[in-house]
């Protein structure tokens, strides 16, 4: 009987001192995701194909009154009331005014310096005293800054159907979210 069991001891024993260590290779995935734009939409969804970029846009112009246009470029200031409005540099120390169709839809009021695609009516138009004053009242100027503006200025101005705005993410049910399907009652 001792025998029988010192049979199964010793392979126990014989079994147990083995080096028996395996090899844990350890797999690391890399996971590569590509990178998309946060890409928020306004008024009528538009793509970016096609753009041309908003410097180009006096040379597209040429001699015609007006134009309909895809442009791309650098939102510089937006209305601090509502988001009715905002400008997009085009030239050297010229700002082009980008209004929205009907006023049918806003734009975040805190977008300034973003990448933007705009797709609608570009013209030139002559803007009254008062109307400058207004702008300027909307984007929260200073009274002394305000009291300055005592000639009217021709521009180039946008009516936009439709924006994008490039790296903004717009949340669900946010008051973002509701501004930019909010109608306006009244002009601004």
């Given at each position: 009987m001792k025998k029988l069991l010192l049979a199964p001891a010793l392979i126990f024993a014989f079994i147990s001192c083995q080096n028996t260590a395996e090899?844990?290779?350890t797999v690391e995935e890399e996971v590569v995701e590509a990178v998309q734009p946060q890409l928020a939409f306004f008024g009528?969804?538009?793509?970016?194909?096609?753009?041309?970029?908003?410097?180009?846009?006096?040379?597209?112009l040429g001699d015609q009154d007006s134009m309909n246009v895809k442009l791309t470029g650098t939102i510089e200031k937006v209305c601090q009331v509502k988001g009715c409005?905002?400008?997009?540099?085009y030239g050297e120390?010229?700002?082009?005014r980008v209004s929205f169709r009907d006023y049918g839809f806003f734009v975040p009021k805190d977008i300034n310096g973003k990448e933007s695609v705009i797709e609608?009516?570009?013209?030139?138009?002559?803007?009254?005293?008062d109307d400058l004053k207004h702008?300027?009242?909307?984007?929260?100027?200073?009274?002394?800054d305000i009291a300055a503006i005592t000639e009217p200025e021709t521009s180039l101005t946008f009516v936009a159907d439709g924006v994008i705005v490039?790296?903004?993410?717009?949340?669900?049910?946010?008051?973002?979210?509701?501004?930019?399907n909010t109608e306006v009652e009244e002009s601004h």
């Open positions: 090899k844990v290779e009528t969804e538009i793509t970016d194909e096609n753009a041309l970029d908003v410097s180009t846009i006096q040379a597209s409005w905002m400008t997009m540099p120390g010229e700002s082009m609608g009516t570009v013209y030139m138009e002559t803007t009254s005293v702008f300027a009242e909307d984007e929260g100027l200073s009274e002394d490039k790296d903004y993410k717009v949340e669900a049910g946010s008051a973002k979210a509701d501004e930019q």
